[in-house]
């Protein structure tokens, strides 16, 4: 179904709702939106998308859902960060610990930016992102020697 | 007495000047190994205001202190002054282009008006000149303390984008007069 009068926005609006909606917390959305994209091309794809849109417009949507996260995290202060990528770490089916180590050791939220973003903006997101991190690990350490020390 | 005076103050700054280079070279490393450092004479918009806020806000920097880790500190430290110190870059780096481009214009322009471009050459070295001493300060004192010489260098890089923006627009709008004259 190719409804060439549809927009970008259209094209938007729907993914938002019935996809973007159903995932819990803006980190899982960024991860998602970058897993959307093509390594080689750089050209976004999302199956229900393009079943009903247009290629193209599809693929603007989903660039304009990953570049409005993206900015919305970043945004951020790091408080909020870090409570944001706490609730992406528990919703994940690894443990705590794996995840805190690999995100630390491989930073694939890297990954995550969108093409042509602001160089500032990214890394202040890179720089927060690893400070999150650091401070969950650090939060990780003291309950483990609490658990130790009662 | 004077003389022993003299040379301690030489001393001490010579001292100084070693500690700023030696931050710098260091800062300047962390930015090499960047690659989203990289390439930012290609970037069209500046940083938008409220990051650059954020940048040089104190809130995350009381958030990290009541962590009460000094390794956590000192990694928030480093961090924080090598996304002021991309930011900086890339303002002298938008600064430049802007100026490139109107020197273009201006070459190929017949009715340059004097005062118009003293005016334009002193807000760019003024400038250049607050984005120098914004790039020693944050590797010397952090960008905690230089939000309010951010946010000036910030509304300055403004004004010449905007400035050199009417003048295009004068100038194409001249040049289709005399076109149609």
Not at chain 1, 123 to 136: D, T
Request: aromatic fraction near 6%.
């Amino acid at each position: 179904m190719n409804d060439k009068t549809t927009t970008v926005e259209d094209a938007y609006q729907d993914f938002v709702r019935r996809s973007l909606s159903r995932i819990s917390g803006d980190l899982e959305r960024l991860i998602y939106l970058a897993s959307t994209r093509d390594y080689n091309t750089g050209k976004y794809h999302h199956d229900g998308l393009a079943a009903q849109f247009q290629t193209d417009i599809a693929c603007q949507a989903l660039e304009l859902a990953h570049r409005e996260i993206f900015h919305r995290i970043a945004a951020r202060s790091l408080e909020e960060l870090v409570a944001e990528v706490e609730v992406y770490i528990n919703a994940s089916r690894q443990s705590r610990e794996e995840v805190l180590e690999v995100w630390q050791k491989l930073e694939p939220y890297r990954v995550a930016l969108p093409v042509n973003v602001n160089a500032a903006v990214a890394q202040l997101f890179v720089s927060n992102v690893r400070l999150a991190l650091a401070i969950l690990r650090r939060r990780q350490e003291q309950e483990a020697m609490e658990v130790r020390a009662s | 007495m004077i003389e022993f005076l003299s040379l301690i103050a030489g001393a001490a700054l010579v001292l100084l000047l070693m500690v700023v280079a030696t931050r710098g070279w260091r800062a300047s490393r962390d930015l090499d190994e960047l690659p989203l450092a990289r390439g930012d004479e290609e970037i069209a918009e500046p940083c938008p205001e409220e990051f650059v806020r954020r940048i040089f806000s104190r809130a995350d920097w009381d958030f990290v202190r009541g962590v009460r880790c000094a390794g956590i500190e000192r990694l928030y430290e480093r961090e924080r002054r090598r996304v002021a110190l991309v930011w900086v870059r890339q303002i002298s780096a938008i600064t430049r282009r802007v100026m490139r481009g109107h020197a273009e214009a201006a070459r190929q322009s017949k009715n340059l008006e004097v005062s118009m471009e003293i005016s334009i050459l002193t807000q760019y070295l003024g400038l250049m000149a607050v984005c120098a001493i914004l790039s020693i300060a944050i590797q010397v004192v952090g960008p905690l303390r230089l939000g309010g010489l951010a946010h000036f260098a910030q509304g300055l890089s403004q004004r010449v984008a905007k400035l050199q923006e009417s003048l295009q627009a004068d100038a194409l709008a001249k040049a289709a007069g005399s076109r149609a004259a």
